[in-house]
């Protein structure tokens, strides 16, 4: 098909970061199911997981000033290499603990592997091929670590269920966890192949500031919007249906999938409407969905309609992914990738740590409200983004 051609074409070091990023997919799709029912299993309760989430979340933000100076010294490939080998261990002392302070000290480890992983990946991804591939080296990423994440989710149930009448619980799950430190361990091999590295001279003051701070307000604005709903999508499934978690799993684990396939089209959308109005345009229409959500849910098939609306919503906002990426990194050269990456990274995450416990306050008091809140911050993203990149991009010209 004409929307497959060219990624035959792409380089062995694109087709080997893909590799690591399914491997990474499955590892992170094992464990991320699995872990709220691995410490609800050693006596402990949902409180304390948030209170783990939340030290994960603050040590990624903390970690994501140091990325690019980390990156500076050895070199990007090196720096996805660290934080994976962190991520691995981090999942190995996870399966290993049984008290809150290790707990702790795990879950703030893995927060800082993330730091590391996601904006040296992208960096090299950036670095991997030309602007005319760009975009489908992104693109066959994204896919194989989406489709990794579909197969370690549905392989994590599976093991747990499958191993508890040997290892009772929480020795199954413990299993499970473990099993996902291993194949990130393995997944070490690919990022210190030979390949295009990054690896900056020294950090500076960015040459091409212009350019940075205009995608770093609607990272913002999306972080902050996101902190509101997104957390708390399996429970408006489970407070307005009564739906069981199998059910639940189900909706999500089919967006996913979709999102995997669609993604290596992107390209070929990409091309037909141009990077800034596919990248503006995918908000908008994923958000007029996403506020409809709650019109839909108070029909006599409310559930399978908001269960659509779920999936067409998930499946805009993301797939977009590898072309927004593509078209963010081409603004700038290949020193100021990494910060550029990390900085993004930064804003989005800080926004939405500031905002998420609100959406939990606004949920007890309305289902309904925290779409509407968040639709408004994607409108805002959505419009700003269009408008301060389109000046940007003609004054390039």
């Known amino acids: 098909m004409r929307a497959f051609r060219g990624y035959a074409r792409l380089s062995r ?3 080997s970061l893909a590799l690591y990023y399914l491997l990474y997919g499955i590892s992170s799709g094992l464990s991320g199911f699995i872990t709220i029912f691995y410490i609800i299993s050693l006596g402990f309760n949902e409180v304390l997981y948030g209170a783990l989430s939340s030290a994960g979340g603050f040590s990624y933000v903390a970690f994501l000033i140091a990325s690019p100076y ?3 010294r050895i070199g990007a490939r090196r720096a996805l290499a660290l934080g994976t080998g962190i991520y691995s261990a981090s999942s190995a002392a996870i399966a290993a603990s049984a008290s809150a302070p290790a707990l702790f000290v795990a879950f703030a480890a893995s927060g800082a592997s993330g730091a590391l992983i996601y904006p040296s990946f992208s960096s090299l991804v950036s670095v ?3 602007r005319s591939l760009l975009t489908k080296s992104y693109s066959l990423s994204g896919f194989s670590n989406q489709m990794g994440a579909f197969a370690g989710t549905a392989l994590s149930g599976y093991l747990a269920d499958s191993l508890k009448a040997l290892l009772g619980q929480p020795g199954s799950y413990r299993a499970v966890i473990a099993v996902a430190s291993a194949v990130a361990a393995a997944s070490i091999v690919e990022p210190l192949r030979k390949g295009p590295d990054i690896k900056p001279k020294e950090i500076r003051a960015m040459a091409s500031f212009r350019a940075m701070w205009r995608p770093l307000v609607a990272a913002g604005l999306i972080g902050a919007g996101a902190g509101f709903l997104i957390p708390y ?6 407070y307005r249906f009564n739906a069981p978690a199998q059910q639940i799993s189900l909706v999500f684990s089919i967006a996913n999938l979709a999102i995997a396939i669609i993604m290596l089209f992107m390209p070929a959308v990409e091309q037909a409407l141009g990077s800034l109005n596919s990248i503006a345009g995918s908000w908008a229409v994923a958000t007029l969905f996403m506020i409809a959500m709650p019109l839909v849910a108070a029909s006599s098939v409310g559930f399978y309609l908001f269960s659509g609306f779920y999936i ?4 805009i906002m993301n797939a977009i992914g590898p072309v927004q990426s593509s078209f963010e990194m081409s603004l700038f050269n290949d020193q100021d990738r990494p910060l550029f990456s990390s900085v993004e990274n930064f804003v989005w995450n800080a926004a939405n740590s500031a905002t998420v416990v609100f959406g939990g306050i606004m949920m007890q ?4 409200m925290p779409f509407y809140v968040c639709g408004a911050f994607y ?3 959505s419009a700003l983004y269009y408008a301060l990149m389109k000046d940007y991009v003609k004054a390039r010209r």
Request: glycine share 0%; net charge positive.
């Open 312 to 315: 067409i919503r998930t499946v």
């Open 70 to 72: 980390i990156s500076r």
């Open 233 to 238: 999508f399996q429970l408006q499934f489970r």
């Open 13 to 15: 070091a694109s087709r």
């Open 365 to 368: 008091e309305s289902l309904n």
């Open 379 to 381: 409108f805002t993203a």
């Open 128 to 130: 991997s091929e030309d």
